[in-house]
């Protein structure tokens, strides 16, 4: 080797677990796109004296096969970080793999909370961060009679006990709860007992085809019962990727919480945003779990950099101490809990855009147990429009 030739990288393996096929594969497709932008910055880097090596597997919504390509992921190819999961049912199903193999998951996913593993980087927002706001501008604006419909498993029912212990000591009330299995499109009954119900406000926490099958019945049922037009809908799940998919009429008007939407206007968003279009196409759509899988690339990669190499304690100490200018405004790790302190916004779709209309006035805290958080002063909650 001459003198003036650089010498080789090193190469960094990662894992990659998201299912861009089965009854999610909209939102998993998104959260890839993300996390391959993120990796093809990091290694044009010519500061950077490593790459990352993605390896790639599609769980396809299935249990069985995370577990089964999260084994071979740390055991055959010798992964120390892997990058994935959506639904809280697929991190549950590989935490115990992770956690023996003492390697490290980067978990893009908003989530229910009540959880803190060594483990895991949480990047996605705690019930704090999405449900709590929302529940907070809803108590102050109207009564809040809550129909809620979700999907049967850990995400939903968490989402369900969390709205009743906040709206009820505040006068509110949960008139019914029905949650279907993953994947069931049977929605019909479900309309139906909506419409027995006559409530004020309707509470969305399904996922995928589920909800997908739920929006359209409703849009149609709305034909037949112009009230249901009057019914206030809230999403903890709705995204840009999701509004596309559907069509813009029949989610007008819907309420949505998270932590990023296409709508925030700054600097950092529009460069994440350009890059992505520019890399994937003027077609598509990233969501909230696009922005923090690439994200979860970033705080990688610069723990690698403090480091000085992809350790796994080494990286967690690292990355808690870093903090970021991200798309979704002033980000930083929390060391008592290694989850993502972020700025809760509210967005309502109109015309097929997720707009947002209200924003925390900085970054929150994050409280996965919600160890810290005063229900009883959720009405009094501040924020900016």
Same mark, same amino acid.
């Given at each position: 080797?001459?003198?003036?030739?650089? +010498?080789?990288?090193?190469?960094?393996?990662? @894992?990659?677990?998201?299912? &861009?096929?089965?009854?999610?594969?909209?939102?998993?497709?998104?959260?890839?796109?993300?996390?391959?932008?993120?990796?093809?910055? =990091?290694? %044009?880097?010519?500061?950077?004296?490593?790459?990352?090596?993605?390896?790639?597997?599609?769980?396809?919504?299935?249990?069985?096969?995370?577990?089964?390509?999260?084994?071979?992921?740390?055991?055959?190819?010798?992964?120390?970080?892997?990058?994935?999961?959506?639904?809280?049912?697929?991190?549950?199903?590989?935490?115990?793999?992770?956690?023996?193999?003492?390697? #490290?998951?980067?978990?893009?996913?908003?989530?229910?909370?009540?959880?803190?593993? /060594?483990? &895991?980087?949480?990047?996605?927002?705690?019930?704090?961060?999405?449900?709590?706001?929302?529940?907070?501008? $809803?108590?102050?604006?109207?009564?809040?009679?809550?129909?809620? =419909?979700?999907?049967?498993?850990?995400?939903?029912?968490?989402?369900?006990?969390?709205?009743?212990?906040?709206?009820?000591?505040? @006068?509110?009330?949960?008139?019914?709860?029905? *949650? +279907?299995?993953?994947?069931?499109?049977?929605?019909?009954?479900?309309?139906?007992?909506?419409? %027995?119900?006559?409530?004020?406000?309707? +509470?969305?926490?399904?996922?995928?085809?589920?909800?997908?099958?739920?929006?359209? %019945?409703?849009?149609?049922?709305?034909?037949?019962?112009?009230?249901? /037009?009057?019914? +206030?809908?809230?999403?903890?799940?709705?995204?840009?990727?999701?509004?596309?998919?559907?069509?813009?009429?029949?989610?007008?008007?819907?309420?949505?919480?998270?932590?990023?939407?296409?709508?925030?206007?700054?600097?950092?968003?529009?460069?994440?945003?350009?890059?992505?279009?520019?890399?994937?196409?003027?077609?598509?759509?990233?969501?909230?779990?696009?922005?923090?899988?690439?994200?979860?690339?970033?705080?990688?990669?610069?723990?690698?950099?403090?480091? @000085?190499?992809?350790?796994?304690?080494?990286?967690?100490?690292?990355?808690?101490?870093?903090?970021?200018?991200?798309?979704?405004?002033?980000?930083? *790790?929390?060391?008592?809990? /290694?989850?993502?302190?972020?700025?809760?916004? #509210?967005?309502?779709?109109?015309?097929?855009? $997720?707009?947002?209309?209200?924003?925390?006035?900085?970054?929150?805290?994050?409280?996965?147990?919600?160890?810290?958080?005063?229900? %009883?002063?959720?009405?009094?909650? @501040?924020?900016?429009?």
């Amino acid at each position: 080797m001459s003198a003036t030739q650089p +010498l080789p990288k090193r190469v960094i393996p990662v @894992g990659i677990l998201y299912s &861009v096929s089965g009854d999610y594969a909209v939102i998993g497709r998104e959260m890839l796109n993300g996390i391959l932008l993120a990796i093809e910055e =990091i290694n %044009a880097n010519p500061a950077h004296e490593f790459t990352l090596a993605p390896i790639i597997r599609d769980p396809q919504g299935s249990l069985d096969l995370y577990y089964d390509y999260c084994h071979d992921l740390l055991y055959r190819h010798g992964v120390r970080h892997v990058i994935g999961c959506y639904t809280s049912a697929a991190r549950k199903t590989i935490l115990p793999l992770i956690e023996g193999a003492n390697a #490290l998951l980067w978990h893009s996913a908003r989530y229910e909370g009540f959880e803190s593993s /060594n483990s &895991v980087i949480y990047l996605g927002a705690t019930p704090n961060q999405h449900i709590l706001p929302m529940l907070s501008w $809803l108590l102050q604006q109207q009564a809040a009679e809550i129909y809620h =419909i979700g999907s049967n498993y850990v995400w939903s029912w968490e989402m369900d006990r969390i709205t009743r212990e906040a709206v009820i000591p505040a @006068g509110g009330s949960v008139v019914q709860s029905k *949650l +279907l299995p993953l994947g069931d499109e049977n929605v019909d009954a479900l309309i139906a007992d909506i419409i %027995a119900c006559r409530p004020k406000v309707l +509470l969305n926490t399904m996922v995928g085809k589920s909800a997908y099958s739920f929006y359209r %019945a409703w849009h149609q049922a709305c034909q037949q019962h112009p009230w249901l /037009n009057e019914v +206030l809908k809230l999403s903890l799940t709705l995204c840009e990727p999701e509004v596309q998919l559907i069509g813009a009429e029949a989610l007008e008007g819907y309420l949505v919480s998270a932590s990023w939407f296409q709508s925030i206007d700054s600097a950092a968003n529009r460069r994440f945003l350009s890059s992505y279009r520019q890399r994937f196409g003027e077609h598509v759509s990233p969501s909230v779990d696009s922005e923090s899988a690439w994200l979860a690339g970033h705080l990688l990669a610069r723990a690698i950099v403090r480091h @000085g190499n992809a350790d796994v304690e080494g990286v967690r100490n690292a990355v808690l101490q870093d903090e970021m200018d991200s798309p979704a405004g002033q980000i930083r *790790l929390d060391a008592d809990n /290694n989850h993502c302190w972020l700025t809760p916004h #509210l967005a309502r779709c109109h015309n097929g855009r $997720l707009e947002s209309f209200w924003q925390a006035d900085a970054a929150v805290k994050p409280d996965p147990w919600l160890a810290w958080v005063d229900l %009883a002063s959720l009405t009094h909650r @501040g924020g900016s429009a």
